[in-house]
């Protein structure tokens, strides 16, 4: 039975305030962790264990004057980073977090996602690539040269990286035949391997391609501190600014989710409850990442260009081929 | 091969994840200064308790950042300050403006300033950063915060091994 609107609208607002919590919470971690792979501590003066160090920076932020610089655009300048949030966020719509599941003392049941269609996996892809208008319309409106270059770059990478991206998707679309979420885990259940040991080419092409897309190390050249001050983001103080930073790890945390789902087989596994497994598998993708960002130093930008088109692209494609001869042959 | 170094390097990363980390604890921990370590300074005093200060205005010529300012008076029979003629009826040093290089220091005749090893100096104001004679004179309101290192590893004769 479809969930009804007011109890969709209560999900989403439960969601909402999820995300946004595992966004604080991983910040923290993230510091915390980059420390200990620096041998020192990582934040740890407030609250037990510097836990309570995103609720400071927020304060910290809120207090912040909200300006606009001479010669920006003000009505893009305030839209940018709403953008960029809203389509990181509205990821988490088709993201399932379990099956069935019955509130408890109750017996009502609800499903754990939003919606589940069934182009979810495109819509995923739709929104990802929507995030950027909020980084270029960000970059362009702040009438900065270094905002601009950042944006300019985040939508050159874009280009280059959704298209391997979506090709090494393809891949497991193909041997789970559908879009829906649900339906990709259904079906690795129903093949009972989880899709990373068949695609596993595909997954470190996704792990990559998903690096460039949340721009992060060693792919964050759209806010390359070293030559462009912060990128698009250049000219954004507060409260914006954090809107950028949470719509970053948003979307870091949704390709986690994605990833988990595709490769990892999503919300099932044995003994403990769905959504307990799809946080622990999230958390293994977000641990890789910070692994790689105090691993990796940043590429430089024609490298960058040359592994996506160059390398990414031809095997992306051949896995594709690949896994589209398998699968006819098997049917 | 660039994809095994690569790999090298997760490995050295992921090797440090499970070291002691190396931070110091600030505000708990002190590391101890080395023993010439050039802090906030003293003004010190004889045995007697008379200050070794005699108002010279030495340091403040040898200053380089112009931080000193001392007014000499005269002692007297009754009010009797300095183991001289005359004391520093008013002796400032303005820490904003200080660089502690101990040129006051190597200027004294009397040994009467030294530069100490408190580091902390931080305060809300900047004249709260002009230090009075009261405050830099020896027994110093001010307690001694800052741990120095054992002398002996550092106190090297000169001519050690030359002989």
């Given amino acids: 039975m479809p969930d009804g609107f007011i109890v969709t609208l209560i999900k989403s607002f439960v969601l909402v305030n999820l995300v946004m919590g595992l966004f604080a919470i991983m910040t923290w971690f993230e510091r915390r962790l980059i420390g200990r792979f620096q041998v020192r501590l990582g934040p740890n003066r407030v609250g037990p264990f510097g836990l309570l160090q995103p609720i400071a920076d927020l304060g910290k932020l809120i207090q912040k004057e909200s300006l606009i610089p001479y010669g920006a655009s003000p009505f893009l300048y305030l839209v940018a980073p709403v953008i960029s949030l809203f389509s990181a966020l509205m990821v988490f719509s088709v993201v399932p977090f379990g099956g069935e599941a019955t509130i408890p003392f109750t017996d009502y049941q609800i499903y754990l996602w939003i919606a589940d269609p069934n182009v979810a996996l495109l819509l995923v892809f739709a929104l990802g690539s929507f995030s950027f208008y909020g980084f270029l319309v960000g970059g362009w409106s702040s009438s900065s040269k270094y905002s601009l270059y950042g944006s300019m770059r985040a939508v050159s990478q874009l280009v280059s990286y959704e298209v391997s991206l979506a090709l090494a998707v393809i891949g497991v679309v193909m041997m789970s035949q559908t879009l829906s979420l649900t339906g990709i885990v259904e079906a690795q259940q129903r093949d009972g391997i989880w899709y990373i040991v068949p695609q596993f080419v595909g997954f470190v092409i996704y792990l990559l391609a998903s690096t460039a897309e949340v721009s992060r190390i060693p792919f964050d050249l759209p806010e390359a501190e070293g030559e462009l001050v912060a990128g698009y983001h250049t000219e954004y103080g507060g409260m914006r600014w954090a809107m950028f930073q949470n719509a970053e790890y948003v979307a870091l945390i949704g390709f986690s989710a994605i990833a988990s789902i595709l490769f990892l087989g999503g919300y099932a596994g044995p003994w403990l409850p769905g959504p307990l497994w799809m946080l622990i598998k999230m958390f293994v993708f977000l641990f890789l990442s910070i692994w790689i960002r105090s691993t990796l130093p940043r590429v430089r930008y024609d490298r960058l260009m040359t592994l996506g088109w160059k390398v990414l692209l031809p095997l992306a494609t051949a896995n594709l081929l690949v896994t589209s001869a398998i699968v006819a042959y098997r049917a | ?163």
């Fill in chain 2, 1 to 163: 091969m660039a994809v095994t170094d690569n790999l090298k390097g997760f490995g050295v990363t992921f090797r440090h994840l499970f070291r002691k980390p190396v931070t110091q604890q600030f505000p708990e921990y002190k590391r101890p200064v080395y023993p010439r370590f050039r802090g906030r300074h003293r003004l010190h005093r004889h045995e007697n308790g008379l200050e070794k200060c005699v108002g010279c205005s030495l340091c403040a010529a040898a200053c380089p950042a112009d931080c000193i300012r001392v007014v000499a008076a005269e002692n007297t029979v009754e009010e009797r300050y300095s183991a001289g003629e005359r004391y520093a009826r008013i002796y400032e040093i303005n820490m904003t403006r200080c660089i502690f290089c101990g040129y006051c220091e190597l200027a004294c005749p009397f040994d009467a300033i030294t530069l100490g090893n408190d580091y902390e100096l931080a305060e809300m104001s900047r004249d709260a950063l002009v230090y009075t004679k009261e405050m830099l004179l020896e027994p110093s309101p001010a307690p001694r915060r800052t741990p120095v290192a054992p002398v002996d590893p550092y106190d090297i004769p000169a001519q050690d091994g030359l002989a």
